[in-house]
């Protein structure tokens, strides 16, 4: 976990100093800094994240890499879905919503089209990898 957890700050802090780019795995990607609250807990969590535009709204995509569960963050954003979101500069009030169904399909579709990793990931599980949009707050 420890490792995972030093990725995690070198991406925070390459993404805060380079206006929300970031390098290495996610060059060509749209990277958002989820802010949110633990289900159980209640304790802040900052997780950068792979997203896609749709809409005014951001696409986040619960993969965990293919792993038999979805990520901590997912059951904290479907017990707390106020969050907050830095998305290149900017840093705005969200609700994150799970969408199934023919919308999940369609936004997971052109994910996988764009960042192939996903397809992979898709493949090495047998659960539905969910969809999250991080609605903004008006």
Do not use: C
Request: charged share 25%.
């Amino acid at each position: 976990m420890g490792e995972f957890d030093e990725m995690n700050r070198q991406v925070i802090a390459e993404f805060r100093a380079n206006g929300g780019k970031v390098g290495g795995f996610f060059a060509n990607a749209d990277i958002v800094l989820l802010h949110s609250k633990g289900a159980k807990s209640g304790k802040e969590y900052l997780n950068p994240l792979m997203a896609m535009p749709v809409g005014d709204d951001m696409a986040i995509i619960a993969s965990m890499g293919g792993a038999p569960r979805n990520p901590d963050w997912y059951y904290n954003v479907k017990a707390n879905p106020d969050v907050t979101v830095e998305y290149g500069t900017e840093t705005y009030r969200a609700t994150a919503v799970e969408v199934t169904g023919e919308e999940r399909d369609r936004i997971f579709t052109a994910v996988k089209t764009k960042f192939s990793n996903f397809a992979e990931y898709e493949a090495k599980t047998t659960r539905t990898i969910p969809v999250v949009l991080l609605k903004r707050a008006s």
